[in-house]
């Protein structure tokens, strides 16, 4: 709830590749999204991403109640396009709190494609 309307939160590495103070090989923007390729990419394509705004997980952006959950959900279909991998398949994740492996705690949707990729996930 504090970070729900935050723009910029300290020592939030997102927030901070948003406020370009931390380079990040960018592929798409929008006004509200921003995305840009995994640091450990895992797959062919790994694209994060994010809301500009912060949000800390997928849970407190669906809450968000303004449409930033769809604009992310189409800028990561977006991103699937220009990156080729939409018609072969891709997958979207959100890592949901620490127990699913969320370890950046600004809501980010992971884009994975390129390869196949294998059910259930690890
Ligand atoms: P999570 O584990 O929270 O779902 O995903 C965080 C992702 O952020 C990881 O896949 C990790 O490789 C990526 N990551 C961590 N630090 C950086 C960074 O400084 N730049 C970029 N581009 N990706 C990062
Ligand atoms: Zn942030």
Request: avoid cysteine; charge should be negative; proline fraction near 7%.
């Given at each position: 709830m504090a970070y729900r309307y935050s723009t910029a939160v300290t020592d939030c590495l997102f927030c901070k590749i948003v406020a370009k103070e931390i380079p990040a090989d960018v592929v798409h923007e929008s006004d509200r999204t921003l995305a840009f390729r995994d640091?450990?990419?895992?797959?062919p394509t790994h694209v994060l991403v994010i809301p500009k705004?912060?949000?800390?997980?997928a849970a407190a952006l669906a809450t968000a109640d303004d449409g930033l959950a769809d604009d992310v959900l189409k800028a990561a279909h977006a991103v699937a396009v220009q990156e080729g991998v939409a018609e072969t398949g891709y997958r979207v994740v959100f890592n949901t709190g620490a127990g699913a492996g969320?370890?950046?705690?600004?809501v980010h949707a992971h884009v994975l494609g390129g390869r196949n990729l294998t059910w259930p996930p690890g």
């Open positions: 640091i450990n990419p895992q797959a705004e912060h949000h800390s997980d969320q370890t950046v705690f600004h």
